[in-house]
């Protein structure tokens, strides 16, 4: 009987020690993605910026604010827009991985697969300053950002799904309003597709971000109310 006693409790050790090694090897990989998503964003936002004109630039011969800004206007807004967009979903990824205690190889993947959506949305906008302005480069970026802000959702579903991989003190009320919040990115570059094929309504559709953020963040507020 006392074999039987000592067999179970070192079962029961072995499992705990397992348990605590997987703990740790699944922070650890946490910690490697957020640096990875850290260092992505920051080159992605990096190589932006670069499309800028500058003076250094062959093709620079304007003589005035007003000759610049007729010329290259549309170019800088696109620029603006994506590096606007590039900040808000690192803001995002940053709170996401804020809210989760560790990460498996699923979690990873997803993570991957997102990080390929942040330099595929980086790829559209070098298209679009590249080429000339079309309904398909337009349609590219928005596309894309799509895409990086549904592979966002994809990740955090999976990493709340039965409280999977969230701290402790993340209620299960907190981690469907996050849920709910982050699709307004997605939601605002849907919502540019239909104006493809008008430049500046396209460009003008972009801003409609801060309405549709207050749309979720009201329907996240009201989950967490009825949650209290």
């Known amino acids: 009987m006392g074999e039987g006693n000592d067999a179970d409790r070192s079962v029961l050790q072995t499992m705990e020690i397992g348990s605590q090694a997987d703990l740790r090897r699944g922070r650890s990989q946490l910690r490697r993605l957020e640096t990875l998503t850290d260092v992505v964003y920051g080159i992605a936002i990096w190589r932006v910026f670069m499309l800028f004109p500058r003076p250094d630039d062959p093709a620079w011969n304007w003589h005035s604010w007003r000759e610049f ?6 170019t800088i807004v696109l620029i603006a827009i994506a590096v606007a ?23 990873a993947v997803r993570a991957i697969v997102q990080l390929f959506f942040v330099l595929l949305f980086l790829f559209s ?10 309904a398909w480069t337009r349609g590219f970026e ?12 994809w990740m955090w579903t999976y990493a709340a799904e039965r409280r ?4 402790a ?13 982050i699709r307004a990115e997605p939601a605002t570059a849907m919502f540019t597709l239909p104006f493809v094929f008008t ?6 559709a972009w801003f ?12 996240a507020r009201r989950i967490a109310g009825n949650s209290e």
């Open 125 to 134: 906008i070098r298209v679009g300053t590249e080429l000339p302005a079309s």
């Open 69 to 74: 800004l007729v010329s290259e206007g549309m």
């Open 208 to 219: 409609s971000y801060p309405a549709v953020r207050r749309f979720f963040r009201k329907q």
């Open 169 to 181: 003190d993340v209620t299960d009320a907190e981690a469907r309003a996050v849920g709910k919040r």
């Open 142 to 153: 928005s596309v894309a950002a799509l895409l990086l802000g549904l592979s966002s959702t």
């Open 85 to 107: 967009v590039l900040i808000i979903y690192w803001l995002q990824s940053n709170t996401l991985f804020g809210l989760a205690d560790r990460a498996d190889g699923k979690f």
């Open 164 to 167: 999977r991989l969230l701290h």
């Open 199 to 204: 430049p500046i309504l396209w460009e003008l």
